[in-house]
């Protein structure tokens, strides 16, 4: 007979999934998101957000596939400055038990 325990997530899959670095991938997953959403907005190919961001073209094609590993968050946040838009850094008291890093664009 199937299992049909359903089991809430955390809202992070990466801690969901045991992964040690969770906060900080799902903080650099937030902020590619939001940098692919502004290149697509703006239509830029690769070439030319390579060099607004000033990085090789390879290395917009890693964040452009979400492989993130060789991008921190602190350089993510510069290349939504170079792409025009501002970034604002929240600190606040902790709602509920988990702590957590929420990144989200303004409309």
Known sequence: MADNTI???TGNVFADLG??????RQTKTRLALAINRI???QRL???DT???LGVPQPKVSALVNYRLD???VE???DFIVALGRDVEIVVRPKRDASAKVL???AA
């Open 19 to 24: 992964l040690s670095d969770a906060a900080d």
């Open 45 to 47: 190919k690769q070439v």
């Open 103 to 105: 990144v989200r664009e």
């Open 75 to 77: 350089k993510l946040m």
């Open 7 to 9: 089991t809430r997530g």
């Open 50 to 52: 390579a060099q607004l």
């Open 70 to 72: 060789g991008f921190s």
């Open 39 to 41: 290149i697509k907005e």
